[in-house]
């Protein structure tokens, strides 16, 4: 075995302390090594942690995962079947703020930030674009989005998520339907239609801003 280093060894054994705080450090210090081949081997370590007790821990742990890009590529699988944890944690957000996070939404946005390389958990996605909670559902199409043309196979469910009851899942999907390069008729059609869905959403930004998302203006972009 490859000898490691001395921070390496401290922050993979702090993976195990008792305290939740102090595996999220250690989760977020193994990911800022500066020796990839050691931030490969916790990439490893990490995943283990999105089977935490702790919903905070498991947060952190998909965050982290989402932030590393292709480093964390052999992680994708397991980042898809957290979509399925349906439970929430108190966090710490930009800003200093504190708010309820949910870890499925947490791995949703890890896999948008992954891009083409979170393909590996695209029928994981395919399934959450059923979820009941709506944010969940639009987060997911948004991750299918940034795939661009490796997510194609999801056409049809992007196409069937341009009718969701939520204007924020129909958005989404609206966009990433425009990731995906060249598109077969029944979703062009399916575009065309919703250029006349006045559908919007608001969403509010850490900073206070609001976002103002048009499904219209989306299917025509």
Avoid: H
Wanted: without cysteine; glycine residues 8%; hydrophobic residues 55%.
């Amino acid at each position: 075995p490859q000898a490691r280093s001395a921070a390496f060894e401290a922050q993979a054994a702090n993976l195990s302390n008792p305290r939740g705080a102090t595996r999220i450090a250690a989760i977020q210090a193994l990911t800022q090594l500066e020796d990839d081949e050691e931030v490969l081997v916790a990439v490893k370590l990490i995943a283990e942690r999105l089977r935490d007790e702790d919903a905070a821990v498991r947060i952190a742990a998909v965050r982290e995962l989402g932030r590393l890009g292709e480093l964390a590529a052999s992680a994708v699988p397991e980042i898809g079947l957290v979509l399925a944890d349906g439970d929430f944690a108190l966090s710490e957000v930009e800003g200093g703020d504190m708010r309820f996070q949910g870890v499925a939404l947490s791995a949703a946005a890890a896999l948008a930030d992954l891009g083409p390389m979170a393909s590996a958990a695209l029928p994981n996605l395919l399934a959450t674009l059923k979820a009941k909670d709506r944010r969940l559902r639009a987060a997911a199409a948004k991750a299918i989005g940034y795939m661009g043309p490796d997510a194609l196979p999801a056409v049809p469910a992007l196409v069937s998520a341009l009718s969701d009851a939520s204007a924020e899942a129909r958005f989404e999907a609206a966009f990433a339907l425009g990731q995906m390069g060249s598109l077969p008729p029944v979703a062009v059609a399916a575009l065309r239609k919703a250029l006349a869905d006045a559908g919007r959403y608001v969403e509010a930004l850490p900073s206070g801003a609001e976002v103002i998302g048009s499904v219209r203006v989306a299917a025509g972009e």
